[in-house]
C-alpha cells in the first residue's frame, strides 16, 4: 500500500512552495473536502454489483482481494465542475490511489486504499493539487516570480529586427508611415484610452480620456477640461515620427500569436507598443521609450493580456 501512496505525487507538477503556501492548500483542501457527500461504507455494502454499481477504476489498478474500498466510508463530488472532472480522470484518481465506482442514481463514488495514514494529506491535498486547486493559493509574490519568468522566456522567442532595417526599409520604398494604397509597410497603431494625440478639432494636444464609438474625449496637455472630439480628427503624436525610439523591434514567432495580434492591435497599443505592418514580415512591433524597465510596462501587461498560462509550470 506505502506505493500506491508515493505515487501519488509523480502525477501532481513538482512545484516548490513556502510554509505559508502548503499551510493554506492544506486548509484549503482540507475546507474543500468537507463538502462532498458521505456514503456510510454500512450502506455502500448492502448496494449489489451488477449493470447499476459497479467499479471503474482503470484495469491495470484493480488489484484488490475486496470488491469494496477500505475504511469506514466513500465519497461523492458536490459540485459540478468536480463531477465532470473525474469522468474524464478516472486514471488520476487510481494513481492517487482511489478505488472509483460508479451508481446509476449517484454516479462516481470513491473510496481510499490505505486507511493507515493521514487521509488529508496522502489523499485530500494531492487531489487538490491534481485538480489544479492549489494554483490560486500560491502567493502573489510568487506568482508574479513565476509569471516574470514565463514572460521572459516567451519574449525571447520573439524575432528580432532593428529598428534601423525598418528606416531603411521606409527609406527604399520612400513610403510614408500613414499607409496609403500600394503601401508594403505602414503603421497601424489604433487610437486608444491613455494615447497621446493632436486633436485638430480643438486645436490641442493631450491624452485620450475615453472612447465611444467614432467619438472620443482628449484631456488637454495644459490641464483644462476633457474636449470631445471625433476620432477621425485626432492623430497620435510620438517623439520619433517614423520608427519607435527603441533600437530593437519584434514580431511574433509563433503562428498562434501571429494570429491572435491581427485581432488585438488595440490591446498591443494599451500595452504600450506601436505596430506596423510590412507584407513580407507581417506584424512588427516596436517601443517608443527607452531607460526604463520594459518588462513591467511592456511585456508583462502583454503576456498577461495574451491570457498565456505558461507560468503555471514554472517552479
Same mark, same amino acid.
Given at each position: 500500500?506505502?506505493?500506491?501512496?508515493?505515487?501519488?505525487?509523480?502525477?501532481?507538477?513538482?512545484?516548490?512552495?513556502?510554509?505559508?503556501?502548503?499551510?493554506?492548500?492544506?486548509?484549503?483542501?482540507?475546507?474543500?473536502?468537507?463538502?462532498?457527500?458521505?456514503?456510510?461504507?454500512? =450502506?455502500?455494502?448492502?448496494?449489489? &454489483?451488477?449493470?447499476?454499481?459497479?467499479?471503474?477504476?482503470?484495469? %491495470?489498478?484493480?488489484?484488490?482481494?475486496?470488491?469494496?474500498?477500505?475504511?469506514?466510508? !466513500?465519497?461523492?463530488?458536490?459540485?459540478?465542475?468536480?463531477?465532470?472532472? &473525474?469522468?474524464?480522470?478516472?486514471?488520476?484518481?487510481?494513481?492517487?490511489?482511489?478505488?472509483?465506482?460508479?451508481?446509476?442514481?449517484? #454516479?462516481?463514488?470513491?473510496? &481510499? /486504499?490505505?486507511?493507515?495514514?493521514?487521509?488529508?494529506?496522502?489523499?485530500?491535498?494531492? =487531489?487538490?493539487?491534481? !485538480?489544479?486547486?492549489?494554483?490560486?493559493?500560491?502567493?502573489?509574490?510568487?506568482?508574479?516570480?513565476?509569471?516574470?519568468?514565463?514572460?521572459?522566456?516567451?519574449?525571447?522567442?520573439?524575432?528580432?529586427?532593428?529598428?534601423?532595417? !525598418?528606416?531603411?526599409? =521606409?527609406?527604399?520604398? +520612400?513610403?510614408?508611415?500613414? #499607409?496609403?494604397?500600394?503601401? /508594403?509597410?505602414?503603421?497601424?497603431?489604433?487610437?486608444?484610452? #491613455?494615447?497621446?494625440?493632436?486633436?485638430?478639432?480643438?486645436?490641442?494636444?493631450? /491624452?485620450?480620456?475615453?472612447?465611444?464609438?467614432?467619438?472620443?474625449?482628449?484631456?488637454?496637455?495644459?490641464?483644462?477640461? $476633457?474636449?470631445?472630439?471625433?476620432?477621425?480628427?485626432?492623430?497620435?503624436?510620438?517623439?520619433?515620427?517614423? !520608427?519607435?525610439?527603441?533600437? /530593437?523591434?519584434?514580431?511574433?514567432?509563433?503562428?498562434? %500569436?501571429?494570429?491572435? &495580434?491581427?485581432? +488585438? =492591435? $488595440?490591446?498591443?497599443?494599451?500595452?504600450?507598443?506601436?505596430?506596423?505592418?510590412?507584407?513580407?514580415?507581417?506584424?512588427?512591433?516596436?517601443?517608443?521609450?527607452? #531607460?526604463?524597465?520594459?518588462?513591467?510596462?511592456?511585456?508583462?501587461?502583454?503576456?498577461?493580456?495574451?491570457?498565456?498560462?505558461?507560468? +503555471?509550470?514554472?517552479?
Amino acid at each position: 500500500m506505502s506505493n500506491i501512496i508515493e505515487e501519488t505525487y509523480e502525477i501532481v507538477p513538482k512545484k516548490t512552495y513556502t510554509k505559508d503556501e502548503e499551510r493554506r492548500i492544506f486548509v484549503a483542501a482540507c475546507e474543500w473536502s468537507d463538502r462532498f457527500r458521505v456514503y456510510p461504507m454500512r =450502506l455502500i455494502s448492502k448496494l449489489e &454489483i451488477n449493470s447499476s454499481f459497479y467499479e471503474v477504476t482503470p484495469t %491495470d489498478r484493480k488489484d484488490f482481494d475486496d470488491p469494496l474500498p477500505l475504511g469506514p466510508v !466513500m465519497w461523492s463530488f458536490e459540485r459540478q465542475y468536480d463531477k465532470e472532472w &473525474i469522468e474524464d480522470n478516472l486514471d488520476v484518481m487510481a494513481e492517487l490511489g482511489f478505488r472509483v465506482y460508479y451508481q446509476e442514481d449517484i #454516479g462516481y463514488i470513491f473510496g &481510499i /486504499t490505505n486507511v493507515y495514514c493521514e487521509i488529508h494529506g496522502n489523499y485530500w491535498v494531492p =487531489l487538490f493539487k491534481a !485538480m489544479g486547486f492549489d494554483k490560486s493559493i500560491i502567493s502573489e509574490e510568487e506568482d508574479e516570480r513565476r509569471i516574470k519568468e514565463a514572460t521572459y522566456r516567451w519574449v525571447n522567442g520573439f524575432n528580432e529586427i532593428p529598428t534601423s532595417v !525598418m528606416n531603411k526599409l =521606409l527609406e527604399y520604398e +520612400n513610403i510614408a508611415t500613414n #499607409g496609403g494604397v500600394g503601401n /508594403t509597410i505602414s503603421e497601424v497603431t489604433p487610437i486608444v484610452v #491613455g494615447s497621446e494625440v493632436y486633436d485638430y478639432m480643438n486645436d490641442c494636444r493631450g /491624452t485620450v480620456s475615453e472612447i465611444d464609438g467614432d467619438s472620443c474625449k482628449v484631456t488637454p496637455e495644459d490641464g483644462g477640461e $476633457d474636449v470631445e472630439s471625433s476620432l477621425d480628427e485626432v492623430y497620435l503624436e510620438f517623439e520619433y515620427d517614423t !520608427m519607435p525610439m527603441w533600437g /530593437t523591434m519584434w514580431r511574433f514567432d509563433d503562428i498562434l %500569436d501571429q494570429e491572435w &495580434i491581427e485581432d +488585438n =492591435l $488595440d490591446v498591443m497599443a494599451e500595452c504600450g507598443f506601436r505596430i506596423y505592418h510590412q507584407d513580407d514580415l507581417g506584424y512588427v512591433f516596436g517601443i517608443d521609450g527607452a #531607460g526604463y524597465d520594459f518588462y513591467e510596462s511592456h511585456w508583462i501587461p502583454l503576456y498577461k493580456a495574451r491570457g498565456l498560462k505558461m507560468h +503555471n509550470y514554472i517552479k
